[in-house]
């Protein structure tokens, strides 16, 4: 599919914009990551060990990642058992258009 001359623009400008927001985050990245010290993450992380919730903003394990999400399954599936059959069908006037789910491309002038 030919690609216009706006078309091209429109993309030549998202990706300046996208490698200028993408410097600009990783070099304040760079810079968080550069003053945290060893001690610092040491103490975090046994802190953590010990339950201490004072420990920062720190991110959860994969375990308790894990836990969260089949937590987060397990009330969803029992609020759909709770949902009456009707609950799910499916109407004519539910369905979005084919060309609903990719409309057409806005041009910036």
Known sequence: MPVDDATKKNLS???SIGDAYG???GSEY???VGN??????????????NGNDDSGNTRA????RVQQIKDGIKSLVDTVKKQPPEAWTIDKYDIA???AANPPEQVIT
Not at 36 to 49: K, P
Not at 61 to 64: D, I, M, N, W
């Open 61 to 64: 394990s994969r375990l308790e």
């Open 30 to 32: 760079t810079k968080t």
């Open 23 to 25: 410097f600009v985050r």
């Open 97 to 99: 258009p084919d060309d």
């Open 36 to 49: 945290v010290t060893y001690a610092e993450l040491l103490s975090l992380a046994i802190d953590r060990l």
């Open 13 to 15: 400008i998202r990706e």
